[in-house]
């Protein structure tokens, strides 16, 4: 069907705030430290082969659970110290929203026990999110949404534990992936953001669990329900869609890329990230990219979880406007430029302490 | 003037000394070194001759974009079409 390019324009998914703003971050990660050199051995790599990888992807080292803790272990770890940090009881919060990959359980919605673990009072709307690495920025508007509209407080909470999803012997996903919980609170405040989002459901295999839900196609006879991934396509998706995506965000939020402080972008890898920085003509100090070096790749969780891991001491002195972009699994990917001031952000926590 | 064919050459050879092949590799204009490696030595690849590049304009330039991995559009299905992609992005 022809499709008017100002009408597509006019329906894009676009949104603004003024009135809701980011309290504080915490990020939690699993307590088992990971060194790729030492995994690779069991995964039939060569030291030559270790050698590329690191060079090319950054692979180091990443933190993972070493029990049987789940996302929402992870994200209650990091709720209860943001609330206590920001001097808040979880009365004072009238929403919960869970975004994950990795459950509880399939059913019902692990985002309301999770609220009841914290003490959020019945009084409180509480749902799962189901997304990967665009999850954040998603989260984010639909808390950003909730509080203009009327909440005082929202619970943001973000993560996956990947580690349980990936194949250990897959030398081409399993070294990438690491665990992590977030929890960002959401408050209103006077404040500008602006969001945008991406949808593309033919790259529905690019990244995919199969035999993981009800759907059971030939194709997927015999599959381990553990994460595949095309890594190509995901390469091209990345170079194709986020460069423009920042363009465009830029320009929907009337910013030039000299007032954006930071470019806080999901972490795949370190060399998708230093080409889209240099294509963008960013300056490495405003671009974050060694998360996946000394984390992993934390999925929904790797924008806040870069926040905390390289950005504490910024995030927590000053007022920042910062640009983020998620983008991943779906294919699914979205970007928001936010204003934050002097925040709660202490550096990430590794496993869970109470 | 930069011999961007020369810089390429050593960049794919040194990529390869790490990179184990069904068939060893001959460097011609018509190799097709998309079909003939991983995608892990494609980014190895990229990195080796960016760096390279670097070395010798003192310029960093992106090389990979969206149609390195598409095998219907990558310029590494064939050697000589590599070379020119690489000196197109030095020039713009």
């Not at chain 1, 609330?83 to 990795?102: A, D, M, R, S």
């Not at chain 2, 760096?51 to 590494?76: C, M, N, S």
Request: charged share 20%; with cysteine; glycine share 8%.
């Amino acid at each position: 069907m022809w499709r008017n390019p100002l009408q597509a324009e006019a329906e894009r998914a676009e949104l603004r705030f003024a009135n809701a703003s980011i309290r504080g971050i915490v990020t939690t990660v699993g307590d088992r430290m990971v060194e790729f050199a030492e995994e690779a051995p069991g995964m039939g790599l060569s030291e030559a082969e270790v050698a590329r990888l690191q060079r090319a992807i950054g692979l180091n080292r990443r933190q993972i659970v070493s029990g049987n803790e789940t996302t929402s272990d992870l994200c209650a770890h990091s709720a209860r110290r943001l609330l206590q940090g920001c001097g808040l009881t979880p009365e004072q919060c009238q929403g919960l929203i869970f975004v994950t990959q990795t459950p509880d359980y399939a059913a019902p919605a692990t985002a309301i026990s999770l609220a009841t673990r914290l003490g959020l009072p019945v009084t409180s709307m509480a749902f799962d999110v189901r997304l990967g690495c665009s999850g954040f920025i998603y989260g984010l508007a639909m808390a950003y949404s909730l509080v203009e509209s009327g909440l005082n407080r929202v619970l943001l909470c973000v993560g996956d534990v990947a580690s349980k999803f990936v194949d250990p012997t897959d030398h081409a996903i399993a070294p990438i992936m690491g665990d992590a919980g977030s929890a960002i609170l959401i408050e209103r405040k006077p404040s500008a953001a602006s969001f945008q989002f991406y949808s593309d459901g033919s790259g529905e295999r690019a990244l995919i669990i199969p035999n993981s839900g009800v759907r059971k196609t030939p194709e997927d006879e015999g599959m381990p329900a553990l994460m595949h991934m095309d890594g190509a396509s995901v390469f091209n998706f990345t170079l194709q869609r986020v460069p423009s995506m920042i363009t465009d965000i830029l320009q929907y939020g009337a910013k030039e890329p000299d007032a954006i402080d930071y470019f806080v972008l999901h972490q795949p890898n370190k060399y998708i990230l230093k080409n889209i920085q240099k294509r963008m003509k960013v300056d490495d100090a405003k671009m974050p990219s060694d998360t996946q070096s000394v984390y992993g790749n934390q999925n929904s969780a790797s924008i806040p979880g870069t926040i905390s891991g390289f950005l504490s001491d910024d995030f927590s002195s000053r007022r920042l406007t910062s640009l983020f972009a998620g983008f991943g699994i779906g294919l699914s990917w979205a970007a928001a430029i936010v204003e934050t001031d002097h925040i709660y952000a202490p550096a990430t926590f590794t496993g869970i302490k109470d | 003037m930069l011999d961007v064919a020369r810089i390429a050459g050593e960049a794919l050879m040194s990529v390869l000394e790490n990179v184990e092949t069904d068939t060893p590799v001959e460097l011609n204009d018509a190799a097709n070194i998309f079909d003939a490696v991983d995608s892990f030595a494609i980014v190895d690849l990229l990195l080796e001759t960016e760096g390279r590049i670097e070395q010798e304009i003192g310029r960093y330039v992106p090389l990979a974009d969206e149609t390195i991995f598409d095998a219907e559009k990558t310029p590494l299905k064939n050697w000589s079409t590599w070379v020119d992609y690489v000196e197109k992005s030095i020039a713009s």
